[in-house]
């Protein structure tokens, strides 16, 4: 994409005259890089991207902005391979922080992870680390409750559509369903475009295979627990995958185990999956406007292909938005 193209581009997207001077410098320190390899950046591979951010991060120049602006970039030029392995350099960092923020004062952790921009291989031996440090400070029920925040910090005004649309519906099950049928109108918008979604490709086959499970992009309740599974972090190398460890690689979201599935090296505690239930929950955080319980049902940590949780429904909700159940003796 030529340069007056690009401007064009990130103008419509709302980006500032200064931001778009600082996107272009960043392309262009990242060019003459790899122009000094004899590549252009149409055909940058993952490979070579990865021996320029070493460089940024040996020379302490790995900054989240330059991250961000390169990431934008091949966006924008629909080079889909380098952006989703951007996403996972830059979706990771503050996590931590937040997690070590909801802990006693008195609990001491030494928190020494990899730089910004590492590859995520070096994740999970941290990971390890940081979960044998919890797990010997506390108990079970509070170093859940710590690892299940919105540790991504996600705005709340993120649902403010969805929060309308569920307090103007007066049955919690028929919102689920609308919540599962929005999803997937998404999801085959993005089949039907080529356009990516969050991180990944979205094909016929993934949208076919997302109707099959309503929990997915939804949740289905009995009684009063909301059952809800988060889709695969790779879906179209999920469904292509025919071992079970290629399988859960490709299911995992998170950057800071996903490459010990493959190895099973090191062993992380799989409690560290109530950090994604944290995520998985913060929607109906936000519809039912008050903390929620959650457990960790399976995930690919302990052995799954699947990440699934189940959220408790508060009485209030149950009071306001399911059924009442009349038994035939209720008049006597």
């Not at 790899?34 to 900054?63: W, Y």
């Not at 951007?86 to 922080?97: A, E, H, K, Q, R």
């Not at 690892?147 to 559509?161: C, T, V």
């Given at each position: ?46 490979p070579l991207l990865r021996t320029f951010i070493a460089k940024l991060i040996q ?274």
């Amino acid at each position: 994409m030529e340069t007056h193209a690009l401007i064009e581009h990130f103008k419509s997207r709302g980006r500032s005259d200064e931001e778009i001077t600082a996107i272009l410098h960043d392309v262009k320190e990242l060019e003459d890089f790899i122009h000094g390899h004899n590549v252009e950046l149409e055909n940058l591979t993952v490979p070579l991207l990865r021996t320029f951010i070493a460089k940024l991060i040996q020379e302490e120049r790995n900054t989240m902005d330059r991250l961000i602006h390169l990431m934008r970039y091949f966006a924008a030029t629909r080079q889909y391979d380098l952006y989703i392995f951007f996403t996972s350099l830059v979706n990771s960092p503050g996590v931590i922080d937040q997690i070590v923020q909801r802990l006693d004062p008195q609990t001491k952790i030494d928190v020494d992870f990899p730089p910004l921009g590492s590859d995520i291989s070096e994740m999970p031996q941290a990971t390890a680390r940081f979960m044998n440090q919890l797990s010997t400070t506390m108990d079970r029920t509070r170093l859940r409750k710590a690892l299940a925040g919105n540790n991504h910090e996600i705005p709340r005004e993120a649902f403010s559509k969805e929060k309308e649309i569920f307090d103007q519906t007066d049955s919690l099950d028929e919102y689920l369903v609308g919540l599962n049928q929005r999803g997937i109108a998404t999801l085959q918008k993005h089949a039907d475009t080529g356009l990516v979604w969050f991180e990944q490709i979205i094909t016929q086959e993934v949208v076919d295979y997302v109707k099959t499970n309503p929990e997915i992009l939804s949740a289905t309740r009995v009684g009063n627990k909301l059952y809800t599974a988060k889709i695969p972090f790779d879906t179209v190398n999920f469904l292509n995958a025919t071992d079970l460890d290629t399988k859960r690689f490709y299911a995992c979201h998170c950057p800071f185990v996903r490459t010990s599935l493959l190895t099973q090296h090191p062993k992380v505690d799989k409690d560290w999956c109530y950090c994604s239930a944290g995520f998985g929950k913060f929607l109906y955080e936000v519809l039912f406007e008050e903390e929620l319980e959650v457990e960790v049902l399976e995930t690919p940590l302990s052995g799954s292909t699947l990440c699934r949780f189940a959220i408790t429904i508060p009485q209030r909700i149950m009071a306001l938005k399911t059924p009442k159940v009349h038994y035939e003796n209720d008049r006597y």
